[in-house]
């Protein structure tokens, strides 16, 4: 399988790593949207958030903790963005899980991808609850 991040998680591509433990590894992002940006995975290749079972996003959260906790000692940012693409119409452009942990200060020109709108109560409580018949399946 031709993964990029795969390839990193096992030393045949380059890359700037930050933190490692038996399920997880972290590196900085060749794109950063801020210095200090860095990309949390799982060792284990998975697609997406459909794909990943619940004990590995649990370690891959915890790790993004760690590496947030890390980034703010380090850098000292205003704020963290963790942020999670899964699927292309999501953003999502490289195919093996990952959590983005964005260092974020007041005058950066980063901007929130949508407008914060209030939506209908019926439409919200038509959602809620065809979520809730599904949570757990
Ligand atoms: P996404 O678009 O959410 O799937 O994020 C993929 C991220 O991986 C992007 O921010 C890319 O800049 C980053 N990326 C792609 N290739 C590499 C690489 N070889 N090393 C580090 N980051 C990478
Ligand atoms: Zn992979």
Known sequence: MDCIFCAIIEG???AEIVYE???TVAFMDINPAN???TLVVPRQHVRDVFDIDEETAAAVMRAA???ARAI???LQPDGVNLMQASGPAAFQSVFHFHFHVVPRWWDD???LPWRPTPGAPSVIQ????RIRE???R
Do not use: C, F, Q, W
């Not at 038509?126 to 609850?129: E, F, G, R, V, W």
């Open 12 to 14: 045949k591509a380059e």
């Open 21 to 23: 433990d038996e399920a």
């Open 35 to 37: 210095p200090g940006h």
């Open 65 to 67: 903790v760690r590496v």
């Open 72 to 74: 703010k000692a380090a």
């Open 109 to 111: 020109s980063l901007k």
């Open 126 to 129: 038509a959602a809620a609850s």
């Open 134 to 136: 599904n949570i757990g």
